[in-house]
T-cell receptor
């Protein structure tokens, strides 16, 4: 039930765009995105709940396609500070509300070069 | 002000020993979690406590026992440590529901 992230790694030049995908074989209740820099703790980016929901945070945005059981994270005009490993965490089959039981993908390592 | 703190930051110990990791949050959250991140960076939830009660208990060896003395603290005790327990352990907290989780800085456990 672990979501599958793709690509596993991506290298960008500053200013380039990237898309990270997260897909599940089961119906998803919510998708959470986190970024982890080397040697640090994961840091929250955003949560998507409803199918079709899109959210944005400056130049980082995400979408959630409920039918395809997939979420995508979009990084536009990447900056050096975007480097890190991006994890999607998914919840499925929630009854009575979210319990924060996230199953994380294996991560996508993003490297932004000057 | 540290939101979620863990002690110790590093823990090096011999196989067979018993050790504890402490976690405290000052965010007023009602739910706390323990995650294990292995050498391949796979982040896996171990336990979750809401208001001092266990709500998530993933398949982990019973050598691992969480203890929550109050809402702000969730400690992890590990008995009879094995080589495979070597990992980074993260504590996190949130308000129960669809909310972001705040992670502590992690404890790197090395079992020799």
């Amino acid at each position: 039930q672990q979501p599958v992230q793709s690509p596993q790694a991506v290298i960008l030049r500053e200013g380039e765009d990237a898309v990270i995908n997260c897909s599940s074989s089961k119906a998803l209740y919510s998708v959470h995105w986190y970024r982890q820099k080397h040697g640090e703790a994961p840091v929250f980016l955003m949560i998507l709940l409803k199918g079709g929901e899109q959210k944005g945070h400056e130049k980082i945005s995400a979408s959630f396609n409920e039918k395809k059981q997939q979420s995508s994270l979009y990084l536009t005009a990447s900056q050096l500070s975007y480097s890190g490993t991006y994890f999607c965490g998914t919840e499925m089959g929630v009854y009575g509300g979210s319990q924060g039981n996230l199953i994380f993908g294996k991560g996508t390592k993003l490297s932004v070069k000057p | 002000d540290t939101a979620v703190s863990q002690t110790p930051k590093y823990l090096v110990t011999q196989m067979g020993n018993d050790k504890s990791i402490k976690c405290e949050q000052n965010l007023g959250h009602d739910t706390m979690y323990w995650y294990k991140q292995d050498s391949k960076k796979f982040l896996k939830i171990m336990f979750s406590y809401n208001n001092k009660e266990l709500i998530i208990n993933e398949t982990v060896p019973n050598r691992f026992s969480p203890k929550s003395p109050d809402k702000a603290h969730l400690n992890l005790h590990i008995n009879s440590l094995e080589l495979g327990d070597s990992a980074v352990y993260f504590c996190a907290s949130s308000q129960l529901g669809l909310n972001e989780q705040f992670f502590g800085p992690g404890t790197r456990l090395t079992v020799l």
